[in-house]
């Protein structure tokens, strides 16, 4: 018998490997795209939907320069001095310290107003912005006897937020009534260092607002009055030195002996001149306008006369600026209103 051989056969089956497909390809691709559009901070995407902070953005001069033409009156210094200033900040694309200004005079003057305005240039939303901060001193820093609580979380919360965005604004309002100290907390901030911990601070702006030194500017105003010279022919050199050494000196303010007076930290002090008869004129028109009136000049007169000015005998300077124009200006809408339904 024959013995017959097993044949081994080996079958070989070939890997397959799928072929390209451009539609999956494409649908991945497109995911990755969607979810870096979705989580990156710098997607235009995601900006559309929430508030970003263009770290780069460059304020428009055009733009700001306008907004103050138009709705801050009588402040031709103000204006002057901080348009420079700003200026010179944006163009400069690598500030050796952030911008620091601080803004001096009575109340009604408009430092809130230029803030604000300021404010939003740098992020659009203004003080809605997530990236635009505003202190209060008596509403978030009352107690003296935790200065040193307020000193760590200030620290702690400019740290974090600049961190979050580079061009962060902080407003600090209400100087004058801050306790001695709390303030120094930010000198390391605002000082000519390109990092502190590992944070740049550098394009963040610090704005302070404050009554104090508003006798000095109110003084020398009317110094330029009595002597007949023009309001507009008040400079910034004829107010500055007086504000630092004035507010400096003042056991009343919060920059009393402060570190950041003293290690020249501050930019600019800008004065705020006291408002003229005119200028409150001007601060009802532009109220009238906003809430869609024609102008009437004789209302625009009765609210001016409401107002009260200094000094007694001359009666040149109203002594709340226009910061209860609104409230006059409530009144007289209420009795305009009353005439019409009289009338029919």
Known sequence: MKLLKAAVIFVVVPTLTPAFDPLSASLVAGSAVMAWHLFSSDSWLKCRFQECCEKNRTLNFTA???????????????????????????????????????????????????????????????????????????????????????????????????????????????????????????????DYYEEVDGVSYRKAIFIFLSNAGGDLINKAALDFWTSGKRREDIQLKDLEPLLSVGVFNNKNSGLWHSSIIDRNLIDYFVPFLPLEQRHVKMCVRAEMTARGYAVDEEIVQAVADEMTYFPKEQKIYSDKGCKTVQAKLDIHEDLVMREMKARG
């Open 64 to 190: 700001l320069k306008a907004q103050l033409d138009d709705r801050l009156f009588g402040q031709h210094l103000a204006k002057d001095v901080v348009l420079k200033a700003v200026l010179g900040f944006s163009n400069n694309p690598s500030p050796k310290k952030p911008l620091m200004l601080s803004l001096h005079g009575w109340a009604g003057t408009g430092k809130n107003f230029l803030s604000q305005i300021l404010a939003e240039q740098v992020h659009p939303a203004g003080l809605r912005s997530k990236f635009v901060h505003l202190f209060l001193a008596t509403l978030h820093f009352p107690h003296h006897d935790q200065v040193k609580l307020y000193k760590e979380q200030l620290q702690n919360w400019i740290r974090g937020n600049v961190s979050a965005c580079p061009s962060s604004v902080f407003i600090f309002d209400e100087m004058d009534k801050m306790h001695p100290g709390v303030i120094d907390a930010i000198k390391p901030f605002l």
